[in-house]
């Protein structure tokens, strides 16, 4: 048996692997008629749509370096260096317009690691199920695309709430798109400037509401959107994962740390009000973030807030 079932795995790719060379033969011949489908090419990628436009496949990337020097400074070891910030090549699927998923590896810094693996359902507008690993719905700009970022590094708020996380998020768009809202729950994250993992068996719930009044309006006011974020939920460090925000410059450089044995050890939320508005070729972006969590070292126990705009 187990040299058999190798055997059958192995006839079942080439099977699939055939299956998958006609139908893109088919695309590429094909199109034309309507009963194939179609390949494409562009800014937004590499794309395989079928010919009813009822399955899509892209495959894209996004490749950043740069380099970071501190004159007349006294720096630790290694902080003057060349990075490879970002490099992560991304396939996204769509299915019957009803399902879709992401995957996404970033070879950056840091990595190699999975930066976005989810699935989503598609019931309506006003409702979509998400799971997986994920952008958690708080920081205005953590929730913007790398790609289009104005400046070399996001601002100090980013580093208070989460980046991603793996969870479960109900979100939507109501009001002809000019409400969103996004609920979610994560096995938590004390902040982007320090990622760390799952530490406790306690969950993390995340909520996020962002309004568009003026959307479609051609007004000046046509880009505004406000919005207010939080997340809350209780986590345990450990003498391994502290799980307590860290905070860094805008140089990827620590201002701010914590005595050895300190931990987290109880409640933690953030609040983020955030808004932001495109007119024309400017755009203006606009976040308070506030976070209070419970740090503990041996036997005394202290509540941290930390805030950032």
Same mark, same amino acid.
């Given at each position: 048996?187990?040299?058999?079932?190798?055997?059958?795995?192995?006839?079942?790719?080439?099977?699939?692997?055939?299956?998958?060379?006609?139908?893109? %033969?088919?695309?590429?011949?094909?199109?034309?008629? &309507?009963? %194939? %489908?179609?390949?494409?090419?562009?800014?937004?990628?590499?794309?395989? !749509?079928?010919? =009813?436009?009822? #399955?899509?496949?892209?495959?894209?990337? +996004?490749?950043?370096? =740069?380099?970071?020097? #501190?004159?007349?400074?006294?720096?630790?070891?290694?902080?003057?260096?060349? $990075?490879?910030?970002?490099?992560?090549?991304?396939?996204?699927?769509?299915?019957? =317009?009803?399902?879709?998923?992401?995957?996404?590896? +970033?070879?950056?810094?840091?990595?190699?690691?999975?930066?976005?693996?989810?699935?989503?359902?598609? $019931?309506?507008?006003?409702?979509?199920?998400?799971? &997986?690993?994920?952008?958690? /719905? !708080?920081?205005?700009?953590?929730?913007?695309?790398?790609?289009?970022?104005?400046?070399?590094?996001? %601002? $100090?708020?980013? &580093?208070?709430? /989460?980046?991603?996380?793996? &969870?479960?998020?109900?979100?939507? *768009?109501?009001?002809?798109?000019?409400?969103?809202?996004?609920?979610?729950? #994560?096995?938590?994250?004390?902040?982007?400037?320090?990622?760390?993992?799952? !530490? *406790?068996?306690?969950?993390?719930?995340?909520?996020?509401?962002?309004?568009?009044?003026?959307?479609?309006?051609?007004?000046?006011?046509?880009?505004?959107?406000?919005?207010?974020?939080?997340?809350?939920?209780?986590?345990?460090?450990?003498?391994?994962? /502290?799980?307590?925000?860290?905070?860094?410059?805008?140089?990827?450089?620590?201002?701010?740390?914590?005595?050895?044995?300190?931990?987290?050890?109880?409640?933690? @939320?953030?609040?983020? /009000?955030?808004?932001?508005?495109?007119?024309?070729?400017?755009?203006?972006?606009?976040?308070?973030?506030?976070?209070?969590?419970?740090?503990?070292?041996?036997? =005394?126990?202290?509540?941290?807030?930390?805030?950032? @705009?």
């Amino acid at each position: 048996m187990s040299t058999v079932r190798p055997r059958l795995f192995v006839v079942l790719l080439a099977v699939l692997g055939g299956v998958g060379i006609g139908n893109l %033969g088919m695309a590429q011949t094909g199109g034309a008629s &309507g009963t %194939g %489908g179609d390949v494409q090419a562009g800014k937004e990628g590499f794309r395989v !749509v079928s010919g =009813d436009g009822a #399955f899509a496949l892209r495959l894209r990337g +996004d490749l950043y370096a =740069d380099a970071r020097f #501190f004159p007349g400074t006294t720096e630790p070891a290694g902080a003057e260096r060349f $990075f490879l910030r970002r490099a992560r090549p991304r396939l996204q699927g769509r299915v019957y =317009d009803r399902f879709a998923f992401s995957i996404r590896s +970033d070879f950056g810094i840091g990595g190699p690691e999975i930066d976005d693996a989810f699935v989503e359902a598609r $019931f309506a507008p006003a409702l979509r199920l998400r799971m &997986g690993r994920f952008n958690v /719905p !708080v920081g205005l700009e953590v929730l913007s695309s790398s790609t289009g970022l104005m400046h070399v590094e996001r %601002g $100090f708020p980013a &580093g208070l709430v /989460p980046e991603r996380g793996v &969870g479960v998020m109900l979100a939507g *768009d109501v009001g002809a798109g000019r409400l969103h809202y996004a609920l979610g729950l #994560f096995n938590g994250a004390p902040g982007a400037s320090e990622p760390g993992g799952d !530490v *406790d068996d306690a969950k993390e719930a995340a909520g996020r509401v962002f309004a568009v009044p003026f959307a479609g309006t051609n007004g000046m006011w046509e880009g505004l959107g406000v919005g207010l974020a939080g997340t809350v939920g209780t986590v345990t460090g450990t003498a391994a994962t /502290p799980a307590l925000t860290g905070l860094r410059t805008t140089g990827r450089q620590s201002f701010f740390g914590y005595r050895d044995e300190a931990r987290a050890d109880g409640r933690r @939320w953030r609040l983020a /009000p955030q808004a932001r508005l495109y007119a024309g070729p400017v755009a203006l972006l606009g976040t308070y973030t506030v976070t209070t969590e419970t740090a503990r070292r041996g036997p =005394d126990q202290e509540t941290l807030t930390h805030r950032a @705009w």
